[in-house]
């Protein structure tokens, strides 16, 4: 039951940051709400992990985030620039954040799966 009001109340902050885009302020709380529930979220599933597992596990999240950040950022300026993304740029920007958000998950859940064995 609790995991399921959490889950309920990420898609609330994620819609209300959706919808109040042009107010950068609600827009912002909301994120960062919305980062708060996703960490009560997992609460039991961080208590299996040692401290040293939760600081390393943490790091790479922050590092993974940046990187993603900046693929997705320089393929975007890519795609803009680039003559055959002309008419599919929306497309195209949809897949590039599926696929760096899908290859970030995926380095992150092996170097969480590493890290249980700690």
């Known amino acids: 039951m609790y995991r399921n009001i959490v889950f309920y109340l990420i ?27 996703v960490l009560l979220y997992f609460k039991d599933e961080m208590k299996t992990y040692s401290r040293k597992a939760l600081a390393i596990l943490s790091i790479c999240f922050l590092f993974l985030v940046g990187i993603c950040a900046f693929i ?28 760096s958000l899908s290859i970030c998950t995926f380095i992150l859940g092996k170097i969480s799966n590493r890290l249980k064995r700690l």
Do not use: D, P
Request: hydrophobic letters at 60%; aromatic letters at 12%.
């Open 11 to 37: 898609l609330l902050c994620l819609f209300i940051s959706v919808v109040m885009k042009s107010f950068e302020v609600i827009s912002t709380i909301a994120n960062v709400i919305c980062f708060v529930f």
């Open 72 to 99: 997705i950022l320089q393929g975007q300026t890519l795609m803009k620039r680039h003559l055959f993304f002309t008419g599919w740029e929306t497309i195209a920007g949809i897949l590039l954040m599926i696929v």
